[in-house]
């Protein structure tokens, strides 16, 4: 444990006379590793794991947060760290891309953190300080992997962020849905880890250097770029959840705590888009046109499968967890379109795409991680995490319902708030494609965009099913009368977030301004002045003429209305109201099986939908005393792709098992054989 530490203290020694951001950075990600060391000498002391360290992580992704917006400048920062094999050290680069989503790992792991202090009971999975060791690591190697400088450091980072994360996920390992999730998360894994590590070795090029410097210098034709560019698209897809190499996602966050929920949607997807950024528009020489189709027509599809099996799900984590493959969807939609206009030389626009596409990274580790954490309170307080026995938790949970109702309004994409913002600036982007040379570009474009339009439009029917179901009418069960509110941690880390949906909703110019420094670093070109020529009160995108939207203008008129409407109630019709009871087609036997259920909620989806889903049905006989009708959509990818695999790997691990018999004269057999074999071999 002492040598373990001495080289970490050396540096953080060193760091308190060093001010540049890139120290600092390093300072926090020693700081995280031993909040997570200390959690080992008390790991049944949930006081002081919960109360003590978790919230100083929250203070480390704080100071991570504001040392990432330092140093968004236009000189990168490079440091060297003597550990590593003899020859191969550490290299570290912060440059505007990576401290990007340093801030956006900062920000959101504090609300996190901060709402993970009051989150954790006794006896809910691994011990308390085991967690907080498993926790911290995870935010130190997602650090990391963004400030990593060579594919050597990137790869121990990376496979430290996905057995950490691991073992976060299979905390509550004693039940076997949970472990079956947990291994086919780190297998999915692994296979990324492989693609990415096969396209450093293309880059690389034989030559010895592992740098990403080198790389940057080497020379590499299209044919070897473009397989550079599959592999990272395939290795950083399963990671974030790509189409299809998502089927990790569905399963793994429902077996998760529902803070690492947010913790894995939130902010390690994104260490994936951060990697094929990398890689694509910064270790690679040139970007080619059918990249971008290919990224265009991929991100589409997963949107779509992503928000149409978001709306059939009656597990509220799963819900979200199918929208997270969706937002991805709209990401690498954003990347795809980006890398259009890159490969046709129109830098103005592709910094529109670019900066579209950062900035829904940054909404969605808000957004989706307040609603984790909603879940995670509903789920504490009901002890139900099922859609059907949720309802009316608005009375008994108004600081939960209200500080949901800003999340789910924000991923909606509903004007004012942050999620409106990304998606009004891809699809600004998409207005401008007809101006591409290409005529079938031009008119597959459009296409394109008209079905974004629509994944968009259905993920506000999702958002809508999940508030409504959970929080509105009445309480399906009885024993959701004693549900409680969030603590105070709780609703600290939970206002966190919210606030933070709300500030990038109404300061979209200053954060656009912030993007400059990335979009210059990518395509060379910036957004922010255009965004700004109208001044701080309005975005534009393109220009005044074409569009332009205020989101303080338009909160100013949802409130004056609001306001307007109160008065004239108040003015002319107080005291003038009769009060009765309502007919309703009788209302005084109105219960909670007369609402809306989430099944039936997703039933128009379902049949719109129907031959994408792989549906089960259970319906009832007539004879039966208690009929219940069930049911199931499930994905056809798993069936037609994976089990089939899964299949032939068992089929061929008992041919090769009849080869061991446990006896000691079968093996000297083999090797026997295999003797003469070579032997025969070498003549």
Known sequence: MVLLLKPMMDSLTAILFSPLPIDVMLGVIVFWIALGVLGLFAPLD??????????LGAVGGLVLAGAGLAGMGERPETATLALGLPGLPFHLR????????????????????????????????????????????????????????????????????????????????????????????????????????????????????????????????????????????????????????????????????????ALMSGVMLKTAIYGLLRVTFDLLPAQLLWWGVVALLLGLLTALFGVMFAAVQTDMKRLLAYSSIENIGIILVGIGLTLIFRAYALGALAAIALAATL??????????????????????????????????????????????????????????????????????????????PSSYLSMLVPVEAAAVVLAIALAGYVMVKFYGVIFLGQPREEKLATAHDANWLERLGLGWLALGCVVLGLAPVFVLMQLDQVTRLLTGYTVGATAAQSGWLFVVATSPEHASYSPLLFLLGILTLLLLTFVLVRKFYHGRMRRGPA??????????????????????????????????????????????????????????????????????SLMISTLQHGRIHIYLLYSFVTLLVLLLFTR
Request: proline residues 6%; neutral net charge.
């Open 46 to 55: 949930l006081r002081f794991v919960g109360h003590v360290l978790f919230p």
């Open 94 to 261: 912060l440059d505007a891309l990576s401290a990007f989503f340093l801030v956006l790992l900062g920000a959101a792991s504090a609300g996190i953190s901060i709402y993970s202090a009051g989150y954790f009971r006794k006896g809910e999975g691994a011990a308390p300080g085991v967690y907080g060791l498993q926790y911290h690591f995870f935010l130190a190697a997602m650090a990391l992997v963004m400030l990593a400088d060579d594919a050597y450091l990137f790869m121990v980072a990376w496979e430290t962020m996905a057995l950490s994360s691991y073992f976060l996920v299979t905390s509550n390992h004693k039940l076997p849905e949970i472990r079956r999730a947990g291994f086919l998360y780190l297998l999915i894994a692994h296979l990324g880890a492989i693609g990415i590590l096969l396209s450093f070795g293309v880059m690389q090029g034989g030559h010895g250097d592992y740098t990403f410097a080198a790389m940057r210098a080497s020379h590499l034709s299209e044919f070897w770029a473009s397989v550079t560019f599959l592999l990272a698209l395939f290795g950083f897809g399963a990671k974030a959840g790509i189409l299809p190499l998502h089927v990790w996602l569905p399963e793994a966050h429902p077996a998760a705590p529902s803070p690492v929920s």
């Open 359 to 436: 900035y829904h990274c940054l909404n969605h580790a808000f957004f989706k991680s307040l609603l984790f954490l909603v879940t995670g309170t509903v789920l504490h307080s009901t002890r139900e995490r099922s859609l059907g026995k949720l309802g009316g938790l608005i009375r008994s949970m108004p600081w939960v319902a209200w500080l949901a109702l800003i999340g789910t309004l924000a991923i909606a994409g509903l004007p004012p708030l942050n999620g409106f913002v990304s998606e009004w600036l891809l699809l600004q982007a998409f207005l401008a494609t007809p101006s591409l």
């Open 583 to 652: 007919w309703d087609c009788g209302y005084p036997q109105q219960t909670a099986r007369m609402q809306d259920t989430a099944e039936g909620f997703g039933q128009p989806i379902k049949q719109i939908f129907e031959p994408f889903f792989r549906i089960e049905r259970q319906m009832p006989g007539p004879f039966d005393a208690h009929p219940r009708y069930q049911g199931k959509a499930e994905d056809k990818l798993w069936y037609a792709l994976y089990l089939p695999i899964a299949r032939l790997v068992e089929r061929l």
